[in-house]
């Protein structure tokens, strides 16, 4: 899919269609077309046809940006409904009730979802994300916490590393990958069983990044293991991010 912009793409299709005319124009008045003029106009037909489907393309992704921004909007008030109601419950009682806990863990996948609807209106707009110095022990334990509260079988074992480097990221990207690594653990252990969190600085040289596909550098590493309860069966993956 090419980078140009849909007005980009109109112009340039107006610009093969003012050549396509002018030889069609010779070969109507001349009955035919030389060597150069027949290999001009073969080339033009091919990149009409290629900016065709590029244009065709990039309507159809407005469309869909175009939804997605609405749906972003209508799914956002409706957190902001859910958000209420758990706000004012909340108000009317003491953090010792039954009830104190599971609307505290509302609230925060009110947050989360929050965050989905703010990637689905970056879409909207063209991919732009939100990029900052983040530190990812904090942004990994939040969403392990949260993980916890839904998923008591399972046990979450953390180890981060001490002074972990700050990685310039958009921490709704991350932490939606976090919640999907959970998610599958989860899945993967219905009876139970043990999740391990790690982080850690690393220093990728110039023979480690080669499957990888990245630069040589700095690097922060989070694994996310599971060991399902009863069985040999381990789930890995690994996320590296670039130093900030």
């Known amino acids: 899919m090419s980078n140009k912009t849909k007005a980009e793409l109109e112009i340039q299709m107006k610009e093969a269609r003012k050549e396509l005319a002018y030889y069609k124009k010779i070969s109507e008045e001349n009955g035919n077309l030389r060597l150069r003029e027949t290999e001009q106009l073969s080339r033009l037909i091919v990149e009409h046809e290629h900016l065709g489907s590029q244009l065709l393309q990039s309507q159809k992704m407005e ?14 008030n409706l957190l902001m409904g859910i958000q209420g109601y758990a706000s004012l419950m909340l108000m009317s009682i003491d953090a010792g009730h039954t009830f104190h806990e599971k609307l505290r863990a509302i609230e925060m996948q009110v947050q989360s979802g929050a965050e989905l609807s703010r990637q689905l209106l970056n879409f909207a707009r063209g991919g732009r994300y939100e990029v900052k110095p983040t530190d990812l022990n904090e942004l990994i334990r939040k969403s392990g916490a949260m993980f916890r509260r839904t998923k008591k079988e399972i046990r979450i074992h953390e180890r981060y590393a001490k002074e972990i480097w700050a990685v310039d990221v958009d921490r709704g990207q991350i932490d939606q990958v976090l919640l999907n690594l959970f998610v599958n653990a989860g899945q993967a252990m219905p009876g139970g069983g043990d999740l391990y969190l790690e982080t850690e600085n690393i220093h990728m040289d110039a023979a480690s990044v080669k499957t990888h596909e990245i630069k040589p550098g700095p690097y922060v590493k989070v694994v996310v293991t599971s060991h399902i309860k009863l069985t040999r069966y381990s789930y890995n993956r690994l996320m590296f991010c670039n130093k900030g």
């Not at 469309?63 to 956002?76: R, Y």
């Open 63 to 76: 469309a869909i940006g175009t939804l997605a921004g609405g749906l972003a909007h209508d799914f956002n």
